[in-house]
C-alpha cells in the first residue's frame, strides 16, 4: 500500500521536515513537495535537511534533491507556487493524502476548503512555541478542518513561527506523530488522530487528545451565500441601500481602516446575531476574503432566511483594485 501511495506535503517547514524524512524512509511511492519560500538562516535549527551552503535556495528543491539522493526508488517532485484552491488543483491528480504543514491560517483555510471539497484525507499540524497539535481530517470518522476551527482567527497581528519561535525538538516530535498517523492510516485506513485533536505539550512532555464532534450538515447552508469580486461588491453596496455592511475583523483594525458599515467581531457573532434579527441581507468583509466565507456559512446555518454575501480575496482584494481603504468616508 506504501509503495503505491502518493502524498502531498504543503510546507516544508519544522513540520515539513519530519513528515517528508520519515515517509520517504518507510517507502512511500511518491512524494510532492510545495513550499515557494527559501532556506533562511534562522531555519536550520529546526529544519534538518538544511545546512548554512542551502540559504537562499528553494527549500522544495533542496529537500527534493537530497531525499532523492538518500531513496534513489522514491518519486519526488517539487512546487514552487503558492498554494491555493486553484493550484492546489493543478498538483493533486492522483494524490492519496494532503499533509498540511504550513504556518499561516490563509493557506490552512484554502487547504481545507480543498480537501473536504474533494474528499481528500488531510493530516494537519500546527505548531505555536513550545507546543503543538494534529489531527487528521476527512477520513473515516468524517470530521474536517472547520468542525475543530470553524472561523478563522484571521488578523494581522497573529504571528507565525518565525515571529512567536518555536522548540525545534517540539516541532521534530509533532512531525513525526503527524508522519506515524499518516503511514498507519495508508496502511491500515485508520489512525487515532482520525476524529481527534492531539496536543503536545513540550514544556511537561505530555499528550492530550479530545474527540471533535463532527457539525450539522443536513442543511445546505451555501445556496444562499455569494461571494462577490470588488467590482461586484461596489454595484451591490451602490444598489441596495438596505444592506447591512459588516465588518467581522477586530475592532482595533476596523480603526485602523475599512470600507465603511459596522464593526462585529467573528467571536461575537453569537452576541450579534441577537441585534441582527430584523436584518435581512448582510455583505461581510475581512482582511483576506477568508474569515467572512467562514463567517458567512455559520451565519446561513443560523439565519437560513438571510441573504448573505462577502468580500472574495477581502480587503486585500480591495486595495490591490485600486481603492482607498484608509479613510472611506473622506
Same mark, same amino acid.
Given at each position: 500500500?506504501?509503495?503505491?501511495?502518493?502524498?502531498?506535503?504543503?510546507?516544508?517547514?519544522?513540520?515539513?521536515?519530519?513528515?517528508?524524512?520519515?515517509?520517504?524512509?518507510?517507502? !512511500?511511492?511518491?512524494?510532492?513537495?510545495?513550499?515557494? /519560500? $527559501?532556506?533562511?538562516?534562522?531555519?536550520?535549527? $529546526?529544519?534538518?535537511?538544511?545546512?548554512?551552503?542551502?540559504?537562499?535556495?528553494?527549500?522544495?528543491?533542496?529537500?527534493?534533491?537530497?531525499?532523492?539522493? &538518500?531513496?534513489?526508488?522514491?518519486?519526488?517532485?517539487?512546487?514552487?507556487?503558492?498554494?491555493?484552491?486553484?493550484?492546489?488543483?493543478?498538483?493533486?491528480?492522483?494524490? /492519496? &493524502?494532503?499533509?498540511? %504543514?504550513?504556518? =499561516?491560517?490563509?493557506?490552512?483555510?484554502?487547504?481545507?476548503?480543498?480537501?473536504?471539497?474533494?474528499?481528500?484525507?488531510?493530516?494537519?499540524?500546527?505548531?505555536?512555541?513550545?507546543?503543538?497539535?494534529?489531527?487528521?481530517?476527512?477520513?473515516?470518522?468524517? *470530521?474536517?478542518?472547520?468542525?475543530?476551527?470553524? #472561523?478563522?482567527?484571521?488578523?494581522?497581528?497573529?504571528?507565525?513561527?518565525?515571529?512567536?519561535?518555536?522548540?525545534?525538538?517540539?516541532?521534530?516530535?509533532?512531525?513525526?506523530?503527524? @508522519?506515524?498517523?499518516?503511514?498507519?492510516?495508508?496502511?491500515?485506513?485508520?489512525?487515532?488522530?482520525?476524529?481527534? &485533536? #492531539?496536543?503536545?505539550?513540550?514544556?511537561? %512532555?505530555?499528550?492530550?487528545?479530545?474527540?471533535?464532534?463532527?457539525?450539522? $450538515?443536513?442543511?445546505?447552508?451555501?445556496?444562499? !451565500? $455569494? @461571494?462577490? *469580486?470588488?467590482?461586484? @461588491?461596489?454595484?451591490? &453596496?451602490?444598489?441596495?441601500?438596505?444592506? *447591512?455592511?459588516?465588518?467581522?475583523?477586530?475592532?482595533?483594525?476596523?480603526?485602523?481602516? =475599512? #470600507?465603511?458599515? #459596522?464593526?462585529?467581531?467573528?467571536?461575537?457573532? =453569537?452576541?450579534?446575531?441577537?441585534?441582527?434579527?430584523?436584518?435581512?441581507?448582510?455583505?461581510?468583509?475581512?482582511?483576506?476574503?477568508?474569515?467572512?466565507?467562514?463567517?458567512?456559512?455559520?451565519?446561513?446555518?443560523?439565519?437560513?432566511?438571510?441573504?448573505?454575501?462577502?468580500?472574495?480575496?477581502?480587503?486585500?482584494?480591495?486595495?490591490?483594485?485600486?481603492?482607498?481603504?484608509?479613510?472611506?468616508?473622506?
Amino acid at each position: 500500500m506504501l509503495k503505491k501511495a502518493h502524498v502531498l506535503v504543503v510546507g516544508i517547514g519544522g513540520l515539513g521536515h519530519p513528515v517528508v524524512q520519515y515517509l520517504a524512509a518507510a517507502g !512511500i511511492g511518491k512524494l510532492t513537495l510545495a513550499d515557494f /519560500d $527559501r532556506v533562511e538562516i534562522q531555519n536550520i535549527h $529546526r529544519q534538518v535537511l538544511f545546512g548554512i551552503h542551502d540559504c537562499g535556495s528553494y527549500k522544495a528543491e533542496v529537500a527534493s534533491a537530497k531525499l532523492k539522493a &538518500l531513496y534513489p526508488e522514491l518519486q519526488v517532485e517539487s512546487t514552487l507556487e503558492k498554494v491555493d484552491f486553484g493550484q492546489l488543483a493543478e498538483i493533486t491528480a492522483g494524490v /492519496d &493524502l494532503i499533509a498540511d %504543514c504550513t504556518d =499561516n491560517f490563509v493557506a490552512r483555510y484554502e487547504i481545507s476548503r480543498f480537501t473536504e471539497a474533494h474528499r481528500i484525507p488531510m493530516m494537519f499540524g500546527a505548531l505555536h512555541r513550545m507546543e503543538g497539535q494534529l489531527s487528521l481530517f476527512n477520513g473515516r470518522s468524517g *470530521t474536517r478542518y472547520t468542525d475543530a476551527y470553524p #472561523i478563522p482567527p484571521v488578523s494581522e497581528r497573529i504571528g507565525n513561527c518565525s515571529e512567536e519561535g518555536i522548540l525545534g525538538p517540539v516541532a521534530g516530535i509533532v512531525g513525526c506523530m503527524m @508522519a506515524a498517523g499518516i503511514i498507519e492510516f495508508l496502511a491500515t485506513g485508520k489512525t487515532v488522530s482520525d476524529g481527534r &485533536l #492531539i496536543r503536545y505539550e513540550g514544556a511537561n %512532555c505530555q499528550t492530550y487528545s479530545v474527540e471533535i464532534a463532527p457539525s450539522n $450538515r443536513s442543511v445546505n447552508i451555501d445556496t444562499s !451565500i $455569494r @461571494a462577490l *469580486t470588488v467590482d461586484e @461588491a461596489q454595484e451591490l &453596496l451602490a444598489q441596495d441601500a438596505e444592506i *447591512t455592511l459588516v465588518d467581522i475583523r477586530e475592532q482595533y483594525e476596523h480603526n485602523d481602516y =475599512n #470600507i465603511g458599515g #459596522i464593526c462585529r467581531p467573528a467571536g461575537e457573532m =453569537n452576541q450579534w446575531l441577537l441585534e441582527f434579527s430584523n436584518v435581512k441581507s448582510v455583505f461581510l468583509y475581512c482582511n483576506h476574503g477568508i474569515q467572512s466565507d467562514a463567517v458567512s456559512r455559520v451565519l446561513a446555518s443560523k439565519r437560513p432566511d438571510m441573504r448573505i454575501a462577502h468580500l472574495k480575496g477581502g480587503l486585500s482584494e480591495w486595495a490591490i483594485a485600486g481603492n482607498d481603504i484608509r479613510d472611506p468616508k473622506a
